[in-house]
């Protein structure tokens, strides 16, 4: 959708907010990132509003004065939608569209826009309806504006209540429906995996957008969807690849992003078992991104969350070639060396080699050190393999 003409494209503003304890810089690259999820989603943003504040109201999230900037930006740029960083309630999402007259999202109204687009299967498609409906539920009243209950008369209470209720009770009719179809749908799944036998499984993990597609494809020769955008897949693929002998099958999971929300963590269950069933995880990591430590640490969060953060893990610093240190001149004295500073060798030698054992450093896009990273998956997937295996050992000596 990013391809189309920049006139066609809704019109967006996004807004953040600081708290106290808040990194300045960090919320800066959340917005950076909430404007790349607006573009994925089929926007453009405008402008980029931030407010400092200790607490957000409980009623608008933001305080008047920039509720009222907000509004005169909204009318002198005919935006149609303005896109909230953290989530909001039922209240303040109310409060805003009436002071606003324009749609008003969170960040997790739009990630679960973004799957609704992504979603090509029915089993996807089903997931994301799913996480639709629970996070839609809560927020109905809201959504029954054209009511305009608050104005009273004749007519205007009882049935509006009615009408609530009756879409209410429709929701959760349909939360039940999907969730029993995706429990039928849970079941086989499982019964393919148990079917896999005991074959050693790896499991690409990381953060949205990382690469974790293009490096599927390379290792296992096929043709799985890649593209530079955010939550290119939503299907796990799995495909079975051999190398030295040794057969595996490699699976390419659901990108993790920070706040994922609940929602979609519940209803992706059976994507995520892909991951919890794994023997070995590749944590891909898009080193040219200049959050990248932040992203390593939102993925092993979900790990932990799901139960996961105890297996085995190894580092894939991926996009090597796209990475670009800063560099401090010569007749400088006052720019102190920072992390940023560092080169690819640099990066090799500090805690990246410490955890979990080696980390390896490739372009899947160039196929840099691939070879590398082959040699030493197959170490991996060997210590493994002779466990469930041992009368063929001796045919991988």
Sequence with gaps: MLDINKKSLEKVIIVGLIKKADDF?????????????????????????????????????????KLHHIKSLVKLN???????????????????????????????????????????????????????????????KGLWTHLERQRGGIGMRGPGETEIETDRRIVRDKISLLKKKLISIDKQMKTQRNNRGSIVRVALV????????????????????????????????VRKVVIEDIPFLLSDTVGFIRKLPTQLIESFKSTLDEIHEADLLLHIVDISHDCFENHINSVNLILKEIGCSDKKIVLVFNKIDAYVPEIIEEDDLVTNKTSKHYTIKEWEKTWMSRINGKAYFISALKKEKIDDLKKNIFKEIKKIHITRYPFNNHFLN
């Design 25 to 65: 810089n960090q919320s800066i690259e959340y917005l950076d990132e909430l404007e790349f999820l607006v573009r994925t989603a089929g926007g453009i943003v405008v402008k980029r509003i931030t407010q400092k504040m200790i607490v957000p109201n409980p009623k608008t999230f933001i305080g008047s004065g």
């Design 78 to 140: 005919e935006v149609s939608s303005v896109v909230f960083d953290d989530e909001l309630s039922a209240t303040q999402q109310f409060n805003l569209e009436k002071l606003l007259k324009s749609k008003i999202m969170d960040r997790t109204a739009l990630i679960l826009d973004i799957f609704a687009q992504r979603a090509k299967t029915s089993y996807a498609r089903t997931q994301v309806e799913l996480a639709q409906y629970e996070y839609f539920l809560p927020r109905l």
């Design 206 to 237: 990381g953060y949205t957008n990382v690469g974790k597609s293009t490096l599927m494809n390379i290792l296992s020769k096929s043709n799985v969807f890649a593209e530079n955008k955010l939550f290119a897949t939503l299907d796990t693929t």
